[in-house]
Nanobody, 123 residues
Framework: VQLQASGGGLVQAGGSLRLSCAAAGRTFTNNGMAWFRQAPGKEREFVAAISWNGKSTTYADSLKGRFTVSRDYAQSRMYLEMNSLKPEDTAVYYC?????????????????WGQGTQVTVSS
């Protein structure tokens, strides 16, 4: 079972990126899913989460209004649309699948993790 995150890259401050998370080996249609990020020397932090049916989304307070999480069940993918990017958004972004159908902000609740995709925002 794998989660594959992609779409990262180098972007100037104020720019946008769209991250994608694809599932392989199984589907996660019954699991909540989320994005986390980890900057060098810092702990992994919650970014955004979405419930199994897409009806409930949660965002880190500092990211509300700039980031949007969504999922496409037909393609077994989850997305993170990131706008108005800032240098402090620079990090490795990870997608993860929750042990249950709902989502949470708590890292240990997520049992499947992707390998991460690097996002670098230049000033």
């Amino acid at each position: 079972v794998q989660l594959q995150a992609s779409g990262g890259g180098l972007v100037q401050a104020g720019g946008s990126l769209r991250l994608s998370c694809a599932a392989a080996g199984r589907t996660f249609t019954n699991n909540g899913m989320a994005w986390f990020r980890q900057a060098p020397g810092k702990e992994r932090e919650f970014v955004a989460a979405i419930s199994w049916n897409g009806k409930s989304t949660t965002y880190a307070d500092s990211l509300k209004g700039r980031f949007t999480v969504s999922r496409d069940y037909a393609q077994s993918r989850m997305y993170l649309e990131m706008n108005s990017l800032k240098p402090e958004d620079t990090a490795v972004y990870y997608c993860a699948a929750h042990r249950r159908s709902y989502s949470s902000t708590y890292v240990p609740d997520y049992i499947y993790w992707g390998q991460g995709t690097q996002v670098t925002v230049s000033s």
